[in-house]
Nanobody
Framework: QVQLVESGGGLVQSGGSLRLSCAAS????????MGWYRQAPGKGRELVAM????????NYGDSVKGRFAISRDNAKNTVYLQMNSLKPEDTGVYYC????????WGQGTQVTVSS
């Protein structure tokens, strides 16, 4: 059974930091590219960051470049998102996703940044 379980969300003040984690199981994690997406209230889901299966390439949405960092530990089947200098517009539900032969999604974790 495929599972992607996000954790680490919460309420933080503007300028603060959070670290999200996504624990994967049920598929060969090391062969999948992984990414973080977010969905703000009333808006569509957008890509925040992605990382290739080996970690050799990373890409970020324009709004988070220089503030967020994605990483992965293939030995632990986990992908991380370090979020620094958070802004109120970063508020939303953050989803972990993996893709290769199929696309998998986690259930999401809420991040709320207060001004």
């Amino acid at each position: 059974q495929v599972q992607l379980v996000e954790s680490g969300g919460g309420l933080v003040q503007s300028g603060g930091s959070l670290r999200l984690s996504c624990a994967a199981s049920g598929f060969t994690f090391s062969t999948y590219a992984m990414g973080w997406y977010r969905q703000a209230p009333g808006k569509g889901r957008e890509l925040v960051a992605m990382i290739t299966s080996t970690g050799g390439y990373r890409n970020y949405g324009d709004s988070v470049k220089g503030r967020f960092a994605i990483s992965r530990d293939n030995a632990k089947n986990t992908v991380y998102l370090q979020m620094n200098s958070l802004k109120p517009e970063d508020t939303g539900v953050y989803y972990c996703s993996g893709w290769y032969r199929e696309r998998y999604w986690g259930q999401g974790t809420q991040v709320t940044v207060s001004s």
